[in-house]
């Protein structure tokens, strides 16, 4: 019996070039614990029905003494990342039968190292939410407590790793959407800098923000992973070149930022904050220096830019190129029908209000307004990294919230407080786990985010591994 709960990337590479498991027991293991748990956690929309066939294949280039670090690892891919041949909606309805035509190129990339997709995660509705209700297919359950959300929007992805349901996965993160599940669920979540990870093949939400990344259980697998799908592609004009980042210089102290007065105030969890304490006097410990930054709070900013790249993104969905489709009699009543039908409310309300904060006389109020607030923030950014090394901030401003307790979309959009900066400057971030709090009987994740300048993943990976070896 394979032992998934203490199986990581790194011990599985172990085990399958040891021969001491096959690829194929791997994915069967796997597979048994997903026909055990999934019914129950929705977080698969879809498992492959090739998965022994890949994990042969990948059996037989270790037989070749082929080794790759993804070679046979089984992994789980969000449902809005392209895999040729398959399914993949988005979870929308507009998209119910849509077919990927060709593949993402972190898909061709993990192909050619052999690993083995599982099938593709549930996730909020084209990536809009936080908690994974947006889903046009009911909600995912968090696996250390089945009545609350598993975060969003790769609820699906964090919650299949937390539940042993996949040894990994990828995820996309637009404001959080990789962080914040990983941080409800206990997970590794990591968010790459804008560019360094190709996006072509990722469904666009907001093409400025959007980056994929790995949710992974520790930060060494997050690392292994984002070796092989980083780097420039040239069919992502937004990709960059990997030989542009150097690495950091080591240095002996790393001084690392807290805006206080942004965890301090109102609506942060009173649990939240003390675990975020705690892992301060850890890290001051580890022999950090922590020094008291300012940071703004850049929500509006955020979904100003948000609702506005949404709603040209989504435009495409017209039910004549793709997905479901409506018949109106003309054009504009085809048109109609088929979006009303096809997306879900939290998508309309964006397409409603990105389409207004783009409309003549409003645009430079808004959308104008937001552009040069995060022309400001970038060069903010930069001189703050010139100073210290590394922001931290809790993850999310509260540990994960009972299925339908938040009704109202504001409170959902207060929880990405803490997220939402690393994708309007672009820079990478990881959340890594915390420990855990007690409430009503049950002991729940928190997760605390650290950030780094654009390129600096080494960073993250140095400081999550240090932490990770202290709680
Ligand atoms: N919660 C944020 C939003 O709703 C972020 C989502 C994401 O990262 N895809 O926009």
Not at 150 to 175: E, F, I, K, R, Y
Not at 262 to 279: P, R, S, T, Y
């Amino acid at each position: 019996m394979i032992d998934l709960k203490n199986l990581t990337i790194e011990k599985a590479r172990t085990s399958l070039d040891a021969k001491e498991f096959s690829a194929v027991d791997l994915a069967k293991t796997y597979l048994m614990e997903i026909e055990k748990k999934n019914k129950e956690f929705n977080a698969y929309l879809e498992v492959y029905d090739d998965v022994l066939e890949q994990a042969k294949t990948a059996d037989e280039m270790i037989a070749k003494e082929e080794s790759y670090p993804l070679l046979g690892i089984p992994l789980a891919v969000k449902d809005v990342i392209l895999i040729k041949g398959k399914h993949v909606s988005a979870a929308s309805k507009i998209l119910e039968n849509y077919i990927a035509t060709y593949n993402a190129t972190v898909i061709t990339k993990l192909k050619k190292q052999g690993a083995v997709f599982l099938g593709r995660t549930n996730m909020d509705e084209f990536a809009l939410g936080s908690s994974t209700e947006n889903s046009a297919y009911g909600v995912t359950k968090n696996p250390h407590d089945n009545s609350r959300v598993p975060g969003g929007t790769s609820g699906g992805s964090a919650a299949v790793v937390a539940g042993d349901m996949a040894l990994a996965a990828l995820g996309s993160d637009t404001g959080g959407s990789i962080r914040l599940p990983s941080s409800f669920c206990g997970v590794v979540g990591l968010k790459p800098t804008y560019g360094r990870v190709s996006r072509y093949g990722l469904m666009a939400a907001v093409s400025s923000f959007d980056v994929i990344g790995p949710i992974t259980k520790t930060t060494k697998d997050a690392q292994i992973i984002f070796d092989v799908i980083k780097g420039n592609d040239i069919l992502d004009s937004t990709s960059i070149a990997d030989k542009k980042y150097l690495g950091t210089p080591k240095k002996d102290k790393r001084v690392i930022g807290v805006p206080w007065e942004l965890i301090n105030q109102e609506g942060i969890n009173l649990k939240v904050k003390e675990n975020f304490k705690d892992a301060v006097k850890k890290l001051e410990n580890l022999g950090y220096e922590v020094r008291d930054i300012k940071l703004p709070n850049c929500l509006a900013l955020y979904y100003i830019i948000n609702f506005a790249e949404v709603s040209t993104n989504l435009a495409r969905f017209d039910g004549v190129r793709y997905g479901i489709h409506k018949d109106g009699q003309n054009l504009l009543k085809d048109y109609l029908l088929t979006r009303r039908d096809g997306f879900g409310k939290e998508t309309k309300r964006r397409i409603l209000l990105g389409t207004y904060v783009l409309s003549a006389g409003y645009y430079d109020a808004y959308y104008g307004k937001a552009q040069k607030a995060r022309i400001a923030l970038r060069k903010e950014f930069q001189e703050l990294f010139s100073e210290i090394d590394l922001i931290l901030t809790p993850t999310s401003p509260i540990p994960a919230w009972k299925i339908g307790e938040k009704s109202d979309p504001l409170s959902m959009y207060l929880v990405d407080i803490f997220t939402v900066t690393a994708n309007i400057v672009g820079v990478p971030a990881i959340s890594v786990p915390s420990g855990f709090v007690a409430i009503e009987d049950k002991n729940l994740p928190l997760g605390i985010q650290f950030m780094a300048s654009h390129g600096a993943e080494d960073l993250l990976f140095e400081v999550g591994k240090n932490f990770e070896a202290m709680v």
